[in-house]
């Protein structure tokens, strides 16, 4: 069982990426998968999730209307597309997943984790 998060690099404020978990060994469609996010000093924060049939989703204040969560269980992959970046978005991303239908903020919800991306933002 494995998830693989990758897409993170760096770039200029305002700018966009889009991070891919790609999970592996796992019946995926049965899985909610949600994104945290921990940056330079601080705690690993919750970022975004969505339910395993893609009907419920959560988002951070922070990052409403400028993220994007989905998911391809034809693929097994989630996807958080980042837009309108900011510096203080700048932290390692790690997807997340858990064999319910939970959208919870809370990191212990989430019994896999994959290895962390990271994401730059220059300003």
């Known amino acids: 069982v494995q998830l693989q998060a990758s897409g993170g690099g760096l770039v200029q404020a305002g700018g966009f990426l889009s991070l891919s978990c790609a999970a592996s060994?796992?019946?995926?469609?049965?899985?909610?998968v949600a994104w945290f996010r921990q940056g330079p000093g601080t705690e690993r924060e919750f970022v975004a999730a969505l339910s395993w049939h893609g009907g419920r989703s959560n988002y951070r204040d922070s990052v409403k209307g400028r993220f994007t969560i989905s998911r391809d269980n034809a693929k097994n992959t989630a996807t958080l597309q980042m837009n309108s970046l900011q510096p203080e978005d700048t932290a390692v991303y790690y997807c997340?997943?858990?064999?319910?239908?939970?959208?919870?903020?809370?990191?212990?919800?989430?019994?896999?984790w994959g290895q962390g991306t990271l994401v730059t933002v220059s300003s």
């Open positions: 060994g796992l019946v995926f469609n049965r899985y909610s």
């Open positions: 997340a997943a858990d064999y319910s239908s939970t959208v919870s903020r809370r990191s212990y919800d989430y019994k896999l």
